[in-house]
């Protein structure tokens, strides 16, 4: 998951006509780091999206900007425009970050 570390990098990023999931993380958030324990099967199960990775405390006008109030967060983009937010109180298990990614493809 490549890490975007400027508002610019994030803004371009967002843009892409294919959909792009930005993971809201901060390196101090306990859940963040048991989520990056089972993240990668799941980015490779649904590798037709580009994932990318934000430090909400490196970007914190972009987390304001985009409503992420806890962490992670898993956010949808495309054509700049967010698709579907999933709130960290719901994304603290392999089978809620599924259940995420597959009600988006109904």
Request: aromatic residues 10%; glycine residues 2%; hydrophobic residues 40%.
């Amino acid at each position: 998951m490549k890490s975007l570390t400027t508002t610019e990098q994030f803004n371009h990023t967002i843009q892409d006509d294919k959909p792009v999931i930005v993971k809201f993380q901060a390196g101090w958030c306990p859940d963040c780091t048991r989520m990056d324990m089972f993240i990668d099967p799941i980015i490779e199960q649904y590798n037709d999206y580009e994932w990318f990775d934000v430090n909400r405390d490196v970007l914190p006008d972009i987390a304001e900007q985009y409503e992420v109030m806890g962490i992670p967060s898993l956010l949808i983009f495309k054509n700049g425009e967010k698709l579907a937010h999933l709130h960290s109180a719901n994304a603290k298990t392999p089978a809620s970050v599924i259940e995420f990614l597959e009600e988006q493809k109904a």
